[in-house]
């Protein structure tokens, strides 16, 4: 199996190599803290952005974060923010409005392309996200794919990602997900990891991916060849496992379970061990596969939705509407649903006496 990066091919997949044989007991670590990436989602209230919810939802989160001493870093427009569905005017209000609340804290924002043709690459339609996010420093950016770019095959693949990095002054991370969030959307090969990975201006990137255990690939990847780069998990339905392996979470999911997620962080922590925190990954995983179960196209999209439920039961926020150009709409009863999914996470949070994660009545 291949374990050279000399021998890696545009065509190599994973299972062609040792990062794929990777056992995550290997990469254990209850030592480093690493931060706690929430993309943020963009409440709406008949039609509109209700900014009085977004701004109370990030002091929701920030106080969960102070009390049990996590780095939090916020995301703003990436799919839980409705990033594809964004003017370029709501696009910059939201940036605008974290600002007024973090005027000096730093952020990571979600960059697409803007008007972009699904077939034909053109990397100067990421530009416009880019100057936006770029003129609110400090923050970083993240590489949100599209289709025409995740179309491309692995070696043009690669050149586009450098294209678009030519107009990148920020730390940026790279972005690859599956079909479970976006149909046309495939994971990166090895070789183009590593050749985005080796990149200067990326100094990480996000794998959200549900079925396949590519975050174990990546922090093998990483970690065996002493990569500068930083594997960020996106896969909601392996929280756990980042935490475990003390990798950076960048997860929607953060949202719905943000004192639960990080209360777990605090006790896996070696200082602060309390075994009872392998009960609480349960329940937060029992949360989560609810929150982005897939429906009968295969699609976990319409999380936005659930965790909007979520957020209103707990008086965070006012409405769980959605965007109003977004069709992620669960269907059903899914207040009721997320109320029956939320009975062992707040059991859990009662007896360990996690605040700031209960019905509002």
Same mark, same amino acid.
């Given at each position: 199996?291949?374990?050279?990066?000399?021998?890696l091919?545009?065509?190599?997949?994973?299972?062609?190599?040792?990062?794929?044989?990777?056992?995550?007991?290997?990469?254990?670590?209850s030592?480093?803290?690493?931060r706690?990436?929430?993309?943020?989602?963009? *409440?709406?209230?008949?039609?509109?952005?209700?900014?009085?919810?977004?701004?109370?939802?990030?002091?929701w989160?920030?106080?969960?974060?102070?009390?049990?001493?996590?780095?939090?870093?916020?995301?703003?427009?990436?799919?839980?923010?409705?990033?594809?569905?964004l003017?370029?005017?709501?696009?910059e209000e939201?940036?605008?409005r974290?600002?007024?609340l973090y005027?000096?804290?730093s952020?990571?924002?979600?960059?697409?392309?803007?008007?972009?043709?699904?077939?034909?690459?053109?990397?100067?339609?990421?530009?416009?996200?880019?100057?936006?996010?770029?003129?609110?420093g400090?923050?970083?950016?993240?590489?949100v794919?599209?289709?025409?770019?995740?179309a491309?095959?692995?070696?043009?693949?690669?050149?586009?990602?450098?294209?678009?990095s030519?107009?990148?002054?920020?730390?940026?991370?790279?972005?690859?997900?599956?079909?479970?969030?976006?149909?046309?959307?495939?994971?990166?090969?090895?070789?183009?990891?590593?050749?985005?990975?080796s990149?200067?201006?990326?100094?990480?990137?996000?794998?959200?991916?549900?079925?396949?255990p590519?975050f174990?690939?990546?922090?093998?990847?990483?970690?065996?060849l002493?990569?500068?780069?930083?594997a960020?998990s996106?896969?909601?339905?392996?929280?756990?496992?980042?935490?475990?392996m003390?990798? *950076?979470?960048?997860?929607?999911?953060?949202?719905?379970?943000c004192?639960?997620?990080?209360?777990?962080?605090?006790?896996w922590?070696?200082?602060?061990?309390?075994?009872?925190?392998?009960?609480?990954?349960?329940?937060?995983?029992?949360?989560?596969?609810?929150?982005?179960?897939l429906?009968?196209?295969?699609?976990?999209?319409?999380?936005?939705?659930?965790?909007?439920?979520?957020?209103?039961?707990?008086?965070?926020?006012?409405?769980?509407?959605?965007?109003?150009?977004?069709?992620?709409?669960?269907?059903?009863?899914?207040?009721?649903?997320?109320r029956e999914?939320?009975?062992?996470?707040?059991?859990?949070?009662?007896?360990?006496?996690?605040?700031?994660?209960?019905?509002?009545s």
């Open positions: 199996m291949i374990s050279e990066t000399s021998d091919l545009p065509s190599t997949s994973w299972e062609d190599t040792i990062w794929s044989q990777a056992r995550e007991e290997a990469l254990l670590n030592v480093s803290s690493p706690l990436c929430v993309a943020a989602l963009l *409440p709406f209230k008949e039609g509109n952005p209700d900014w009085a919810s977004f701004e109370g939802m990030l002091t989160m920030s106080n969960c974060a102070e009390h049990f001493g996590v780095e939090i870093t916020f995301v703003l427009n990436a799919d839980t923010g409705y990033v594809f569905n003017s370029n005017e709501l696009y939201v940036i605008r974290f600002r007024l005027p000096k804290e952020f990571i924002s979600g960059v697409t392309a803007v008007a972009a043709s699904p077939t034909e690459f053109d990397a100067s339609c990421y530009h416009p996200h880019l100057e936006i996010a770029q003129a609110h400090p923050c970083e950016v993240m590489i794919t599209s289709q025409a770019l995740n491309l095959g692995p070696e043009k693949r690669r050149d586009a990602y450098f294209k678009i030519d107009q990148i002054k920020v730390p940026a991370l790279v972005h690859a997900l599956e079909p479970a969030f976006v149909p046309w959307a495939t994971p990166f090969e090895p070789w183009l990891l590593h050749q985005l990975a990149h200067e201006k990326f100094v990480g990137g996000k794998i959200s991916t549900l079925d396949e590519h174990l690939y990546w922090a093998s990847m990483c970690r065996d002493g990569l500068d780069f930083v960020h996106g896969d909601d339905f392996g929280i756990a496992s980042a935490i475990r003390g990798l *950076p979470l960048l997860i929607g999911a953060g949202v719905s379970a004192p639960l997620i990080c209360a777990a962080k605090k006790y922590r070696e200082d602060e061990f309390d075994s009872r925190v392998y009960k609480l990954f349960e329940a937060i995983q029992s949360l989560e596969d609810s929150v982005f179960r429906d009968q196209k295969g699609s976990a999209a319409g999380y936005k939705h659930s965790t909007a439920e979520i957020l209103k039961m707990f008086g965070i926020i006012n409405s769980s509407e959605i965007h109003p150009a977004c069709s992620d709409l669960r269907g059903g009863d899914e207040a009721a649903r997320m999914a939320l009975a062992r996470p707040i059991r859990m949070a009662e007896r360990m006496e996690i605040p700031y994660f209960s019905f509002s």
